[in-house]
T-cell receptor
Framework: GENVEQHPSTLSVQEGDSAVIKCTYS??????FPWYKQELGKRPQLIID?????GEKKDQRIAVTLNKTAKHFSLHITETQPEDSAVYFC?????????????FGTGTQLKVEL | DAGVTQSPTHLIKTRGQQVTLRCSPK?????VSWYQQALGQGPQFIFQ???????QRGNFPDRFSGHQFPNYSSELNVNALLLGDSALYLC???????????FGQGTRLTVV
């Protein structure tokens, strides 16, 4: 089955700096890669996703890049703000054709310091 | 739109007991997936329901079972509870297998 590894497990940055979180996946059939943000005691919230036919996607301060050959994808947050502090999870899925089970990474605790 | 709702929010059970958790999907969604999130870990896929049938299943024992009703709501049942079943149980809904999954706020289960 699919295996997703995520690094780093914790990340501390100064406000205004950039943050990068990296994930690798094992199943070459995976074609959908969402990123979720989970604040303490709250539900995971989808912040951005990318499909395997695209190499990069951007939404304001957040961007995701995908390298299918190397089977890795990354989340980039620019101009970080204190409200970006949370746990971020990457996930991989094979969408369509009978299900969209998400396999999650182990999470990255991002702390944005003033 | 109420989004994905789960009940109850918190639950304490004794080892060996049985528990039922409930999930109502987001309006317009017909597919419900259940995940177990242990403290400090990423969510782990339990199973997914579509058209009232289990479509996919993760590596969880038969003590974990579920059901989907005609209105697309779903239940997760866990029998013979173990201390290790203590976790946040998350429900996610989507429309078929081709749209993003939206999560409920979860049910925090504590087994003592």
């Amino acid at each position: 089955g699919e295996n997703v590894e995520q690094h780093p497990s914790t990340l501390s940055v100064q406000e205004g700096d950039s943050a990068v979180i990296k994930c690798t996946y094992s199943d070459s059939a995976s074609n959908y890669f969402p990123w979720y943000k989970q604040e303490l005691g709250k539900r995971p919230q989808l912040i951005i996703d990318i499909r395997s036919n695209v190499g990069e996607k951007k939404d304001q301060r957040i961007a995701v890049t995908l390298n299918k050959t190397a089977k890795h994808f990354s989340l980039h947050i620019t101009e970080t703000q204190p409200e970006d502090s949370a746990v971020y999870f990457c996930a991989a899925s094979t969408r369509g054709g009978g299900g969209n089970k998400l396999t999650f990474g182990t999470g990255t605790q991002l702390k944005v310091e003033l | 739109d109420a989004g994905v709702t789960q009940s109850p929010t918190h639950l304490i059970k004794t080892r060996g007991q049985q528990v039922t958790l409930r999930c109502s999907p987001k309006s317009g969604h017909d597919t419900v997936s259940w995940y177990q999130q242990a403290l400090g870990q990423g969510p782990q896929f339990i199973f997914q329901y579509y058209e009232e049938e289990e479509r996919q299943r993760g590596n969880f024992p038969d003590r974990f079972s579920g059901h989907q009703f005609p209105n697309y709501s779903s239940e997760l049942n866990v029998n013979a509870l173990l201390l290790g079943d203590s976790a946040l149980y998350l429900c996610a809904s989507s429309r078929g297998s081709s749209t993003e999954a939206f999560f409920g706020q979860g049910t925090r289960l504590t087994v003592v």
